[in-house]
């Protein structure tokens, strides 16, 4: 019966982890989608690289779904059952809240590892080639989100040029000053347009138009038909960004501060997915009574400043406050006793009195409440 009832429980839990996971995951995709799609019509990025950009987004999307996700949807999953008196049918079976609390803990396990492998192997792939994506788009691709009615620069030639009109190849009617070493090439043209000749050249092609250069004896002018520029390629290398470094690089420069915060920050993720876990079941089976909107409250405050320590502490190691294993300790210590504080409120009543008295010593959650909390001060100041 209990072996029913457990697995009932879990299946349950499942069911609600997935509908949140699926519900934050299409709106942060959606969002994200919207944004790329809005750097497409700004001219920041080119069309055809909209939907390559956004798959290699989705890594850093799940750092940020999966603990939000585990997170909202145990308190909900636990609440519901709560409220259905299938928690108090659980515990008249033999199944008590430890118990639940390890089924909550079996998908928040697996997914942190999931997440340990997400952040050290294949978000930095990702990183690198979204890096890759951002410096690729070739001339061509560059040259038609330029925009008409407006002076545009060339860089790669020194050169300007404005244009009325814009077709699908390129742009029409063009002025356009360009500039060498030697000579400045003025000229006008029906249509331009931009290739890649081979795998080492761009090229610019102005189609029927007139052409001036102006010399220091001498001034020429000439009419021409088609009129071309080769020039080289810029070569692409990826961003050298902490963020594009997996487990080995990392590894390898951990005697650095820096690499050392971004490695415990990574870590991070996946012990505040199993912490977040501990807080979230005591936290709904405590405040079922108060309604599911002041549960769902009171837990995103709890969330976001844990997630907010945790993606934000590389500051305050930048800053010299912390250095990353200060930090780190400090962030989950405060964040475990708080969980272990809620399970024992759970599971017994506190007496103001009782804290420090030998005759409540049973009440042990309490005692290591406020013993985690005396440890963390007294390491802050050894630190400092």
Known sequence: MPKIISFYIFNQLLKTLLITFFILFGILFFNESIGFLEKAANGELYPSLVSL????????????????SIFIGTLISIYNLKKTNEITFANQAGINHSKIIYLCLIPSLIFSIFLIINSFFISPTSNQRLSFLSNSQSFADNFKLMGEGKINK????????????????????????????????????????????????????????ELF????????????????????????????????????????????????????????????????????????????????????????????????????KKVFVEQGIFDPIQIFVITHCLYFALALFLIGLDNFKIEPNSLISTKYSNKWFAQVFFLLMLLIIFLNFLFF
């Open 213 to 312: 250069i102006p010399l220091d004896n001498n001034n020429i002018f000439l009419d021409y038909r088609n009129l071309f520029f080769l020039f080289p390629k810029k070569s692409v290398s990826s961003n050298e960004n902490i963020k594009t470094k997996n487990w080995f690089e990392l590894i390898d420069s951990a005697n650095e501060e820096i690499y050392l915060a971004e490695i415990l920050e990574r870590f991070s993720l996946s012990l505040m997915l199993i912490i977040s876990v501990l807080i979230a079941v005591p936290l709904s089976l405590r405040m079922f009574e108060n309604g599911r909107f002041l549960l769902i409250f009171s837990g995103l405050i709890i969330f976001l400043s844990y997630y907010g320590l945790v993606v934000g």
């Open 53 to 68: 950009v956004l798959i290699y987004s989705i890594p850093s999307i799940l750092e940020v779904v999966i603990p939000t």
């Open 154 to 209: 060339i860089d790669e030639l020194n050169g300007i040029f404005y244009a009325e009109g814009a077709s699908d190849l390129g742009f029409q009617n063009i002025f356009a000053k360009i500039e060498s070493e030697d000579l400045e090439y003025i000229l006008n043209s029906s249509e331009v347009s931009a290739s890649s000749s081979d795998q080492n050249y761009n090229q610019i092609t102005f189609k029927k138009g």
